[in-house]
């Protein structure tokens, strides 16, 4: 047990005392870049992260910074720390616009925001800004290598986007509250007219004034039935085979029915 407790502090000293260890504690910059660049390389990125931390104030300004603040925001993102390296990017395409990686670093500006993007259902302001981010390098950067990427990245938080609002507009449909229902599922057919979603949209919009109508008094019925059969014809306009098509029938026939009373 002995040998192994000398074996063991021995082993901590030399750890203590390795290039490492003696860059952490040194007061020489030129020690610390050193031994960060050698972690860098050797994809230690945690620890090149410990030293860039300790160079980031002095280093503002030099010639290396530019090679340095690079390789910071690298480890962040290798790391998966995607905040602090969507920062670091960011900050690093308003310090050096003329560098060779400015391209590829305005590009990681927007995939770092992206990848805290989180489930539709939750608050989407990350998705917002990755999407803006990501706008804007697509606009300065339109040949980029990195485009098809950027696309890409680009339509799925759209669609999340998407799918939140139409959510959202569904949900007045379900709670029976018609009257918004109406309003929300026309704002978002206006705001996203090749959305996915939209014949689910136009069938909760028949749904809704379907439903309105019926049970509306008698002095705002014939205009309701009327708007909902309109609803109806926006549909079947939409997709004629549509899969909502049978329960649409039948509100149409319950709609007619209602209308005749009024022709009278």
């Known amino acids: 047990m002995s040998k192994f407790l000398s074996f063991l502090t021995f082993a901590v000293l030399i750890s203590s005392c390795s290039p490492y260890q003696k860059a952490l504690k040194s007061d020489d910059v030129s020690v610390k870049y050193a031994q960060a660049e ?11 992260i410990r030293l860039f931390e ?18 910071y925001a690298q480890s962040y993102y290798k790391t998966e720390q995607y905040y602090l390296a969507g920062y670091q990017f960011e900050s690093f395409v308003s ?65 999340k986007i998407e799918k939140k609002y139409f959510e959202i507009a569904k949900q007045y449909n379900t709670i029976s509250d018609h009257k918004a229902a109406l309003v929300a599922l026309d704002n978002f057919i206006d705001a996203y007219p090749g959305t996915p979603y939209k014949e689910a949209a136009l069938y909760y919009r028949l749904d809704s004034a379907y439903k309105l109508a019926i049970n509306s008094v008698p002095a705002k019925m014939e205009e309701r039935l009327k708007n909902a059969k309109i609803a ?3 549909l079947v ?11 649409a029938d039948e509100m149409l026939t319950r709609i007619d029915k209602e209308l005749q009373q009024f022709s009278k």
């Not at 050698?38 to 090149?48: G, L, P």
């Not at 939409?238 to 329960?247: L, R």
Request: hydrophobic share 30%; charged share 30%; with cysteine.
């Open 232 to 234: 109806y014809t926006n």
């Open 95 to 159: 310090s050096y616009p003329k560098s060779e990686k400015i391209e590829e670093t305005a590009y990681l500006v927007g995939k770092c925001y992206s990848m805290l993007s989180p489930p539709y259902s939750l608050d989407q302001t990350e998705t917002i800004k990755a999407i803006d981010k990501l706008q804007t390098f697509i606009d300065t950067y339109p040949n980029s290598t990195y485009l098809p990427d950027a696309n890409a990245i680009l339509k799925e938080l759209t669609g």
């Open 54 to 71: 300790q160079l980031a104030p002095a280093f503002r300004g030099k010639p290396q910074s530019e090679k340095m603040f690079y390789m």
């Open 237 to 247: 306009k939409f997709k004629e085979g549509s899969k909502y098509k049978e329960k």
């Open 38 to 48: 050698i972690k860098y390389d050797a994809k230690k990125y945690n620890k090149a």
